[in-house]
């Protein structure tokens, strides 16, 4: 009797671990209006998750203002201990944060993963006379209240990079006419309807209407051309201008270490999924898989940088 109980009990010590259960419900927090880059990784991470068979139901919820900010101060009240919850951020928040001066921050919520990147191309209307950077830019020296330029949420690395090029073009940023969207779709209305004299946002936000000619796409924030994508660079057009957005999820305040790893796991092997490929492949995001410790790190660095940036442009209320 004694050697058959050893016996099951070693049967039972190498049996496999039982593979984690499908979770029900699960929310995604965009905290920003549909249409734009924090939607658009909303839903895509979401049908990941359910096509790799993580999740069954996905929620994303909208919610606008402040940079992200207001979506976050909703996420860490309502979802606090919740081990079934996202919020996507990236350097837009990071940037309406330090500007605004937000009574929230990174420090409220818990860093899962960095899933992506991009970099930032700034169009005009097809029927726009600009026809250039320099061409832009020269209109912009000579007026600078006259030539209106659109982004995500003030503070935001879209404001950032619009205030980085005043500057880089000898004009104080205090008089760039920038103008903010709560959100991607508000903004492509208003280049489309010639509302605004430019606008900037990721690339892949735009690619559809820049090969469609719906827009004309002057430059892109990159250090260097990509064979991928017919877009001169900012700098090599005389405006020294390198920057690149990121995007992450975030968990609420008060899961354990081992919520956290878990959900962890569940975002990377989404972010490595046919379904998330397919989508990062079509926008071209750049893979910045990078998770936990790692991710946290990254974060607090570039707070630090963008801190910085925001006092050197006194972009700050």
Same mark, same amino acid.
């Given at each position: ?13 190498? %049996? ?5 259960? !499908?979770?029900?419900?699960?929310? /995604? ?18 049908? &990941? ?23 976050? &101060? !909703? ?15 990236? &350097?837009?928040?990071?940037? &309406? ?24 191309? /700034? ?25 209106? /330029? ?47 004299? %430019? ?28 064979? $991928? ?25 008060? /899961? ?45 660095? $570039?707070?630090?940088?963008?801190? %910085? ?9």
């Amino acid at each position: 009797m004694k050697l058959k109980a050893l016996l099951v009990s070693c049967l039972v010590a190498l %049996a496999p671990i039982a593979a984690q259960a !499908q979770v029900e419900q699960f929310k /995604i927090m965009a905290p920003a209006n549909p249409g734009g880059g924090f939607d658009t990784i909303a839903r895509t991470l979401g049908e &990941a998750l359910q096509a790799s068979g993580q999740v069954k139901n996905v929620v994303v919820e909208n919610k606008a203002g402040a940079g992200g900010a207001i979506g976050m &101060a !909703q996420f860490v009240n309502n979802e606090k201990g919740n081990p079934n919850a996202l919020l996507v951020a990236g &350097a837009v928040t990071v940037g &309406a944060l330090e500007t605004n001066k937000s009574p929230v921050n990174f420090g409220m919520v818990t860093p899962i993963s960095r899933l992506m990147g991009e970099f930032n191309v /700034i169009v005009v209307p097809a029927s726009s006379p600009y026809k250039s950077i320099k061409d832009l830019m020269a209109a912009y020296k000579a007026n600078p209240g006259a030539v209106s /330029i659109g982004g995500g949420s003030a503070g935001g690395i879209d404001h950032i990079m619009a205030s980085l090029m005043s500057e880089r073009a000898g004009v104080d940023p205090d008089k760039l006419n920038y103008i903010p969207f709560a959100g991607g779709g508000e903004g492509k209305a208003a280049i489309l309807g010639n509302q605004i004299a %430019a606008y900037i946002s990721g690339y892949g936000e735009l690619a559809d209407l820049i090969k469609a000619g719906k827009v004309r796409a002057l430059g892109i924030s990159a250090a260097t051309r990509n064979p $991928d994508i017919p877009v001169p660079t900012i700098r090599e057009q005389g405006t020294d201008v390198v920057v690149y957005n990121w995007r992450g999820v975030f968990a609420p305040p008060g /899961i354990n270490a081992a919520q956290r790893a878990q959900l962890i796991k569940m975002v990377e092997t989404a972010a490595k999924s046919p379904t998330w490929k397919a989508k990062a492949e079509k926008m071209e995001w750049l893979d910045m898989l990078q998770s936990g410790d790692s991710f946290k790190a990254f974060l607090d660095e $570039d707070i630090k940088r963008t801190a %910085a940036t925001v006092k050197k442009l006194k972009l700050g209320n």
